[in-house]
Each structure stands twice: as C-alpha cells, then as structure tokens.
C-alpha cells in the first residue's frame, strides 16, 4: 500500500509566523506535489516536484517555497504566515507511468491533510 | 472554459440505487484519467484509474471513458449511505493533474 504521510493533521500559527509542513512517501515516488483546498474552490497546485531538489511553480506559488532534498520527503514552507494562507493543505505523490509509449502521471495518492488556521 | 466539468450537486439517490456521476473534460491529448472520493474534512482517495475506451469494473463501481466524446463517468450500484462523499474527476498531463471541483453525492437511508 502507497503512505503518505503529513508531519501534523492540525496546526494553529500566528500571522508573521514562518511555517513547515512536512511530507513523506514511502512509494519511491518521483512526482510529489502541494495542494491547497479551500470550500469552493476545489483543489489548488502551490508547487510540485518531479526529482530531487527540483521543484516547479504550480497555479498559487505566491507566499510559499519547498524543499526536496530527498526523494521521499516534500516540504511546504509559509515564510510569514498570513490569515489568508488558513486552508486545508494536501501532499501527494504520484509515479510516471507510460500510456501509448509517451510518459504521463499516473495514479497519485493523497496525504490525510494538514488544516492549517493561521490566527 | 474550465478544463474538467463536474455538476456540483448535491445527488441525491436513495439506498441501493445506482448512482451517476459524469464529467467531461477540454483536453484531447490526456490519456490517465481518476475517480477519488472526499469526505467532508478528509483528503482525496482514489477509487479508480481508467486509461483506455470503455468500461472498467471494480466491485460495485464502474469507470467508463469515452475519449471522442470526452467525458468520463462512474456509476456505483447499490449505493449505500456510506457512499455520500463529494467525488472528484481528474485527469493527467505529463506532471500535472487537473481536478474537477467535485460532485456531492448523497445516498437516502
């Protein structure tokens, strides 16, 4: 069975405060990616990576950064804190799979969540 | 135009009915396509990956893909009220997924 795990399932910060969010598989994934959620506005790309020490902008960069220094591990960090970050936030992780001979994502599978409030 | 439909809902079928749930999407190059199902405060799960025409059966869910028309659908037969969830169509490119906004689905006891 694919894990992914986050670092916390809730999590309370000030505003200014900088904040990380940790995520791992233990898939030997190489695609690992950031979402947000909010109610109505379905799920939102903050930032993927498809390699180690690569990372790619996704629809809602601004006011975040990651890290991935090891395959499995992912993280997500607010650099200061704002009420309008307070969301759910979602890790997952997918492999390439290859459909017709061309390389596509394939399947991806979600972490439990972090619901972040920011006060 | 958005790149995945969904009907936002709710659905409302009741216990042991088969309940349908559609999508359709703008891109024609995609070729994986997923069903996850979300309860309310809990992440996506997937139900079911499709990359071919037709139907694809697992238990009481049946993906179908139709990639002239483009559009996906799942139906689940004998729908219990543990099946009442918000479900998420997606579809994937080279890295990226994009996700429809959900349909709600409730199934009456």
């Known amino acids: 069975d694919v894990k992914v795990t986050q670092s916390s399932r809730y999590l309370v910060k000030r505003t200014g405060e900088k904040v990380f969010l940790e995520c791992v598989q233990d898939?030997?994934?190489?695609?690992m990616f950031w979402y947000r959620q909010d109610p109505g506005l379905g799920l939102r790309l903050i930032y993927f990576?498809?390699?180690?020490?690569?990372?790619e902008k996704g629809d809602i960069p601004e006011g975040y950064s990651v890290s991935r220094e090891k395959k499995e591990r992912f993280s997500l960090i607010l650099e200061s804190a704002s009420t309008n970050q307070t969301s759910m936030y979602l890790c997952?992780?997918?492999?390439?799979?290859?459909?017709?001979?061309?390389?596509?994502?394939?399947?991806?599978?979600f972490g439990p969540g972090t619901r972040l409030t920011v006060l | 135009q958005k790149e995945v439909e969904q009907n936002s809902g709710p659905l409302s079928v009741p216990e042991g009915a088969i309940a349908s749930l559609n999508c359709t999407y703008s891109?024609?190059?995609?070729?994986?396509f997923f069903w996850y199902r979300q309860y309310s405060g809990k992440s996506p799960e997937l139900i079911m990956s499709?990359?071919?025409?037709g139907d694809k059966e697992d238990g009481r869910f049946t993906a179908q893909l139709n990639k002239a028309s483009q559009y996906v659908s799942l139906l689940i037969r004998d729908s219990q009220p543990s099946d009442s969830a918000t479900y998420l169509c997606?579809?994937?490119?080279?890295?990226?997924?994009?996700f429809g906004t959900g349909t709600r689905l409730k199934v009456l006891a």
């Open positions: 997952a992780s997918s492999l390439m799979g290859e459909v017709k001979r061309e390389r596509w994502a394939d399947t991806q599978y």
């Open positions: 898939m030997d994934h190489e695609n």
């Open positions: 990576s498809y390699d180690v020490k690569m990372k």
């Open positions: 891109d024609r190059v995609s070729q994986s």
């Open positions: 499709i990359y071919s025409n």
């Open positions: 997606a579809f994937s490119g080279t890295y990226k997924y994009i």
